[in-house]
């Protein structure tokens, strides 16, 4: 039975379980939007849809042989992959990789990659989401917002939690200076990522081993509905860090 339309303020996110296995090459928004159609629940006007980088890198092509029978057999990726490492501790390396971002081993990963395997980020995380959603737009008539997630961690905090690395058809950040807080005072400073506040939402209905690759945001303020990027809303510039 097709979800109903949410009411006011109130946001509806579930996974989209039926995306098979992902290769090298595969037309992943089609595969998305015909998922959710098998499962009855086909892809709506304004609905934002969350991708995880892992099947984005593998449709990509995105990944890396490495020697399965050595741990550390990725490293040299890591060092390859980053810019400038920030800090080392063990085997932990903490670097910035050609796209901005501040993560652990530059955002290569071996979980739920065949094994013998690194996936890679994305080249372009933005342009990902963009083929997405264009795919979804052409093929199937629907106007959608794309973000492509990854798992980080936080300074200062701990565990870890999903963010946008990737956005299409949505801002990735909601510019809410210069409007009044309840009490009337003017907001000077607040700028609301709700891209990365969507991705962690996904997170919750699609987990870390379920193979689940993929969820629906539904009920989203339409005026978060637009163009966006990563790369040019939320990546800090150095100049205006206060840490690095």
Same mark, same amino acid.
């Given at each position: 039975?097709?979800?109903?339309?949410?009411?006011?303020?109130?946001?509806?996110?579930?996974?989209?379980?039926?995306?098979?296995?992902?290769?090298?090459?595969?037309?992943?928004?089609?595969?998305?939007?015909?998922?959710?159609?098998?499962?009855?629940?086909?892809?709506?006007?304004?609905?934002?849809?969350?991708?995880?980088?892992?099947?984005?890198?593998?449709?990509?092509?995105?990944?890396?042989?490495?020697?399965?029978?050595?741990?550390?057999?990725?490293?040299?990726?890591?060092?390859?992959?980053?810019?400038?490492?920030?800090?080392?501790?063990?085997?932990?390396?903490?670097?910035?990789?050609?796209?901005?971002?501040?993560?652990?081993?530059?955002?290569?990963?071996?979980?739920?990659?065949?094994?013998?395997?690194?996936?890679?980020?994305?080249?372009?995380?933005?342009?990902?989401?963009?083929?997405?959603?264009?795919?979804?737009?052409?093929?199937?008539?629907?106007?959608?917002?794309?973000?492509?997630?990854?798992?980080?961690?936080?300074?200062?905090?701990?565990?870890?939690?999903?963010?946008?690395? !990737?956005? *299409?058809?949505?801002? &990735?950040? $909601?510019?809410? @200076? #210069?409007?009044?807080?309840?009490?009337?005072?003017?907001?000077? /400073?607040?700028?609301?990522?709700?891209?990365?506040?969507?991705?962690?939402?996904?997170?919750?209905?699609? !987990?870390? *081993?379920?193979?689940? &690759?993929? $969820?629906?945001? @539904? #009920?989203?303020?339409?005026?978060?509905?637009?163009?966006?990027? /990563?790369?040019?809303?939320?990546?800090?510039?150095?100049?205006?860090?206060?840490?690095?």
């Amino acid at each position: 039975m097709s979800d109903p339309v949410p009411a006011a303020g109130e946001l509806r996110v579930f996974p989209i379980r039926g995306v098979p296995e992902v290769r090298p090459g595969d037309d992943l928004g089609g595969m998305i939007a015909e998922a959710a159609i098998a499962e009855g629940n086909p892809l709506r006007d304004g609905d934002v849809v969350i991708v995880t980088q892992k099947v984005v890198s593998k449709a990509e092509n995105m990944l890396v042989p490495i020697d399965a029978d050595d741990p550390l057999s990725h490293k040299p990726l890591v060092e390859r992959e980053s810019v400038r490492i920030l800090r080392r501790r063990g085997e932990l390396i903490v670097s910035e990789t050609r796209h901005g971002f501040v993560c652990a081993n530059a955002g290569i990963d071996l979980s739920n990659v065949e094994r013998g395997y690194a996936a890679l980020l994305p080249e372009d995380s933005d342009r990902s989401a963009r083929r997405i959603r264009d795919v979804v737009r052409h093929r199937f008539g629907v106007e959608v917002g794309v973000i492509v997630s990854d798992t980080f961690g936080r300074p200062w905090r701990r565990g870890l939690t999903d963010v946008a690395i !990737g956005v *299409a058809g949505i801002t &990735a950040i $909601a510019d809410l @200076r #210069g409007t009044e807080d309840a009490q009337g005072r003017v907001l000077q /400073v607040t700028e609301v990522c709700v891209a990365d506040e969507l991705a962690c939402a996904a997170e919750l209905v699609m !987990g870390k *081993a379920s193979g689940v &690759a993929a $969820a629906v945001v @539904r #009920g989203v303020d339409p005026s978060w509905l637009g163009e966006g990027s /990563v790369r040019d809303q939320v990546v800090r510039n150095p100049a205006e860090d206060l840490f690095r």
